[in-house]
């Protein structure tokens, strides 16, 4: 290839991982936008692997009739071929190309890499957790994707040991919160279509007390991702802000709603309700 057929096959696959986040995100989508054009390019080729990923073990794969063990052996495939383009810088296939150019970029690899297909694969055929499981299994699946996204915001920065713990310990217990959040709005749905049981003692059903726990436990996570936030920069602050907004938002509807209203319908937060959290995390970015 010459530069410019490199050029251009590297521009195709960033489209092509920005097609997945505008068509599969809302809220995290949504955050983004604040983000300047290149870091907001890079958050997007982790989200597209993330999001393939995903849809391989619990959508349109399992849709389409592809069976379990051949859903496992293409997650197999997938984690290889992000293996192989993190040593070669190229893919054939797109989405993984363009992770992979992030990736090199900001030294992401595949210890990041292989927990988050680890914690996919128990989405196979895994249908209860217990606590140390769940707690490997949110590492692999979201606490790790904060770690990739840190990557690419501290692209340059210079950190002491301290700061580097408190990014570190916020971006991690950032993404546990998004999963918690995520694991309560589609519990019913897990549940009752996948067989699937995330908290322990709710192989049966959710009950109030259980709910609590958990929410408590978001916000405490939360609590200590907001020590982290301050210390990012200024480029990428209002942008994790606005997304710990939206989930904090979902958090209070969630503890608001009964738990019998929660197995029939999945929490959102309203459009205007995230154009009110942007609208300030943008007034946020442009007096910093």
């Not at 390019?41 to 597209?48: D, F, L, Q, T």
């Not at 030294?107 to 957790?129: A, N, V």
């Given at each position: 290839?010459?530069?410019?057929?490199?050029?251009?096959?590297?521009?195709?696959?960033?489209?092509?991982?920005?097609?997945?986040?505008?068509?599969?995100?809302?809220?995290?989508?949504?955050?983004?936008?604040?983000?300047?054009?290149?870091?907001?390019?890079?958050?997007?080729?982790?989200?597209?692997?993330?999001?393939?990923?995903?849809?391989?073990?619990?959508?349109?794969?399992?849709?389409?009739?592809?069976?379990?063990?051949?859903?496992?052996?293409?997650?197999?495939?997938?984690?290889?071929?992000?293996?192989?383009?993190?040593?070669?810088?190229?893919?054939?296939?797109?989405?993984?190309?363009?992770?992979?150019?992030?990736?090199?970029?900001?030294?992401?690899?595949?210890?990041?890499?292989?927990?988050?297909?680890?914690?996919?694969?128990?989405?196979?055929?895994?249908?209860?957790?217990?606590?140390?499981?769940?707690?490997?299994?949110?590492?692999?699946?979201?606490?790790?994707?904060?770690?990739?996204?840190?990557?690419?915001?501290?692209?340059?920065?210079?950190r002491n040991g301290d700061q580097r713990e408190r990014l570190h310990a916020g971006a991690r217990r950032l993404g546990a919160a998004f999963q918690k959040v995520n694991f309560l709005r589609d519990f019913a749905g897990d549940h009752d279509d996948l067989g699937r049981a995330y908290f322990p003692g709710t192989?049966?059903?959710?009950?109030?007390?259980?709910?609590?726990?958990?929410?408590?436990?978001?916000?405490?996570?939360?609590?200590?991702?907001?020590?982290?936030?301050?210390?990012?920069?200024?480029?990428?602050?209002?942008?994790?802000?606005?997304?710990?907004?939206?989930?904090?938002?979902?958090?209070?509807?969630?503890?608001?709603?009964?738990?019998?209203?929660?197995?029939?319908?999945?929490?959102?937060?309203?459009?205007?309700?995230?154009?009110?959290?942007?609208?300030?995390?943008?007034?946020?970015?442009?007096?910093?």
């Amino acid at each position: 290839m010459n530069t410019t057929d490199q050029d251009l096959y590297d521009a195709t696959a960033k489209s092509s991982a920005s097609i997945v986040i505008r068509k599969y995100s809302t809220s995290f989508g949504w955050a983004s936008r604040l983000l300047d054009a290149s870091t907001r390019n890079h958050i997007a080729h982790i989200y597209a692997l993330v999001r393939i990923a995903d849809e391989l073990i619990d959508g349109p794969a399992e849709m389409a009739g592809v069976h379990t063990a051949a859903r496992a052996l293409l997650l197999d495939e997938l984690e290889a071929e992000t293996e192989r383009a993190l040593q070669l810088g190229f893919s054939t296939n797109l989405i993984v190309h363009a992770f992979a150019l992030t990736a090199r970029a900001h030294g992401i690899g595949m210890d990041l890499c292989r927990p988050f297909f680890e914690s996919m694969r128990r989405d196979i055929d895994t249908k209860s957790f217990s606590e140390a499981e769940l707690e490997d299994y949110i590492y692999g699946s979201a606490e790790v994707i904060g770690l990739m996204c840190l990557a690419v915001f501290e692209s340059g920065m210079i950190r002491n040991g301290d700061q580097r713990e408190r990014l570190h310990a916020g971006a991690r217990r950032l993404g546990a919160a998004f999963q918690k959040v995520n694991f309560l709005r589609d519990f019913a749905g897990d549940h009752d279509d996948l067989g699937r049981a995330y908290f322990p003692g709710t192989e049966k059903e959710l009950t109030e007390v259980t709910k609590a726990d958990v929410v408590a436990s978001i916000r405490q996570d939360l609590r200590i991702a907001d020590e982290s936030i301050p210390l990012l920069a200024a480029g990428c602050r209002a942008s994790v802000w606005a997304a710990r907004a939206m989930f904090s938002e979902l958090t209070d509807r969630i503890e608001s709603t009964p738990v019998p209203v929660l197995m029939r319908a999945r929490v959102r937060v309203p459009n205007p309700v995230k154009m009110r959290i942007l609208a300030r995390a943008l007034r946020m970015k442009v007096t910093r």
